[in-house]
């Protein structure tokens, strides 16, 4: 009997073992990039074995396939049933070392076992890339030049801490007398040497950045001596330093770095291209940028003739031809009305979008619940650059998570032709009939690189909002955008910026709703937004957004009515000649415009020195 039950044991053993076996044994393939990689960029997953199911083939999901320390925000996709790609939602982090674990979740509960692995890859370390020398004039100071160099960093420094690293020299000797002229952190520091007497000879200069730098990043400083010798050809010639091209998804544009600041209006007379173009130019200190309409050109021929000359006194002394590649784009998604934020309720409701080399994009659309739309606003209506992340992209799209819900989802297929530019029109008519009303966001992403993204934030809306703080009354003009026409029996909505209805009524017959003796009412708190509401409309003011900054303009007086006496005084001209006639018009009211009476008025007219000109009752 012993021997009959450990036979059957025995073959049950050598299946499990089978099972486990290296046949059954998924291992991966390729995993890229890896090493250093970009701070933007997906990644590729190829398996040994078919993993995935057809019916989620092509779809971004969110389950965790790979465990990322520290974690990375983003989605999984598997492009076929051996092929993972992981797409970040925003750049990694600046200096950063990163694993990646693949999780048994790849295997979808089949009988196969996982050969662990452990990925490391980190984002590149802080380094300078290059150093651009060329001739510059003195502020304030005729005649006289200097050298200046641009230091290229990959993160940004600190000017004050950069000093204390820097050594320069000049024809092999010690410069002690430069002055780095950039103020603020920044990733291109330019240092100005001074300045240098003009020989017909070439000048050579010595710029080394010694280790221990650190970047505002942190983490990482500078891990040797970086050394950039270059050589300045003579002021007597103007040279080229560089040529780079690019596509901000409408316009394209050729840099040509220069060793002296060149005229923009000799320009026109010396650059031209093939194909011919009509060409925009804007010169900085070292460069000229030219912009042209570049869509659908592949390649471009940059000509630039020989004798255009530099503010110096260099001048450019050969004809120079250069085939400028605009192939290789970086790919590319944005909204071609970047401030607009309303659409027309019964408008076309098309929004404009451009692609540069995207196969095909997907697009979002979500709805941000009403009593969420000013903590919504606080999150992501105003960009700051006070900190080295928002520079990076971290504050680059606009999610509704919690604070509203997804509405609808859809695709765009593009033809791909490579670097042109596509505009298509996203129309969002499916967003009518749904009894949905309120603000929206529009996301679009690329279906490869999620992080290749723009996203808009509008309002559906026939309904326009004027509204008005003075002294003790706030006045709200509700107009339909369309007929321009008042309307009545609008919902109106003052909020303060803590989320609190202050005000509340419903405009009249011309449109218009008027909130008196406020000041009790909303005593202690701040109006924020105007909230305007019908049946099947809804629109919003951000009081914030939407003052009406005056600094700017010559208005004087007060900028509050006054609730007791109210003084204008103007006169006929802004500027008289000696011995001309002053005509000054004076006008009092008390708040309710009406003639002041029985009181007093006195017109003082003072010299520039302060003393007392005359004085009128």
Request: glycine share 6%; with cysteine.
């Amino acid at each position: 009997m012993k021997n009959f039950f450990s036979f059957p044991l025995f073959i049950i053993g050598l299946i499990i073992l089978a099972g486990c076996g290296i046949g059954n044994t998924v291992k991966i393939v390729d995993f890229r990039p890896s090493g250093e990689v970009g701070t933007l960029t997906t990644f590729t997953i190829e398996f040994s074995k078919d993993l995935a199911p057809q019916n989620i083939i092509d779809k971004w999901m969110t389950d965790e396939f790979i465990k990322f320390e520290p974690k990375i925000p983003g989605k999984f996709k598997w492009t076929s049933a051996s092929t993972l790609i992981f797409s970040p939602d925003f750049k990694l982090e600046p200096i950063q070392n990163y694993t990646a674990e693949i999780t048994d979740k790849v295997l979808f509960k089949k009988n196969l076992r996982l050969s662990t692995e452990t990925v490391q890859f980190h984002t590149p370390d802080f380094d300078i890339n290059k150093v651009d020398l060329f001739w510059t004039h003195i502020p304030n100071s005729n005649y006289k030049v200097s050298v200046q160099a641009n230091l290229h960093f990959n993160y940004p420094v600190v000017p004050d801490m950069l000093k204390q690293y820097l050594i320069v020299k000049h024809d092999g000797l010690p410069a002690t007398d430069y002055q780095i002229v950039t103020r603020d952190k920044s990733d291109l520091i330019a240092v100005n040497f001074g300045e240098v007497q003009e020989t017909e000879k070439e000048q050579n200069f010595s710029i080394t950045i010694k280790k221990g730098l650190m970047s505002v990043v942190g983490k990482k400083a500078l891990s040797d001596d970086r050394t950039f010798s270059n050589k300045l050809e003579a002021i007597t010639k103007l040279a080229i330093t560089g040529v780079t091209a690019g596509f901000d998804g409408q316009t394209g544009w050729i840099e040509v770095g220069t060793t002296q600041m060149v005229d923009a209006q000799n320009l026109k007379d010396y650059v031209s291209t093939e194909p011919k173009k009509d060409l925009s130019f804007f010169v900085n200190d070292n460069m000229f940028r030219i912009e042209t309409n570049l869509e659908n050109v592949q390649t471009v021929l940059l000509k630039i003739k020989k004798g255009l000359p530099g503010l110096y006194g260099g001048e450019f002394d050969y004809d120079y031809e250069q085939e400028v590649s605009m192939v290789n784009l970086d790919p590319s998604i944005n909204f071609a009305d970047k401030k607009g934020k309303y659409l027309m309720l019964n408008g076309q409701k098309n929004l404009q979008i451009n692609f540069v080399n995207i196969e095909e994009a997907d697009v979002e659309v979500s709805q941000v619940f009403k009593n969420n739309l000013l903590y919504f606003l606080n999150q992501f209506s105003y960009n700051y650059s006070d900190d080295y992340y928002d520079d990076y992209g971290y504050n680059s799209d606009i999610y509704v998570g919690d604070y509203g819900r997804l509405l609808y989802q859809d695709k765009i297929d593009l033809t791909n032709r490579r670097n042109w530019l596509e505009k298509r029109n996203l129309n969002l008519n499916k967003l009518i009939g749904q009894k949905y009303k309120g603000v929206y966001v529009v996301n679009v992403r690329s279906s490869q690189d999620r992080w290749v993204n723009d996203s808009k934030m509008l309002a559906l809306t026939d309904l326009g909002i004027i509204a008005k703080q003075s002294g003790n009354e706030f006045i709200v003009f509700i107009n339909s955008i369309a007929a321009t026409q008042p309307v009545e029996g609008v919902d109106v909505s003052v909020i303060s910026t803590n989320n609190q209805t202050l005000l509340s009524g419903k405009t009249d017959k011309e449109g218009v709703i008027r909130f008196m003796d406020i000041k009790k009412k909303i005593e202690g708190f701040t109006p924020r937004l105007v909230v305007a509401e019908t049946d099947n409309d809804f629109n919003y003011i951000d009081l914030k957004e939407a003052f009406i900054e005056t600094s700017r303009f010559d208005v004087g007086g007060l900028s509050q009515y006054s609730d007791d006496y109210n003084t204008f005084i103007y006169s006929d001209r802004n500027i008289y000649r000696p011995g001309e006639t002053v005509h000054l018009s004076a006008i009092v009211r008390d708040d309710k415009i009406e003639t002041v009476k029985d009181i007093p008025v006195i017109l003082k007219v003072f010299t520039p020195m302060g003393k007392t000109l005359f004085e009128l009752k």
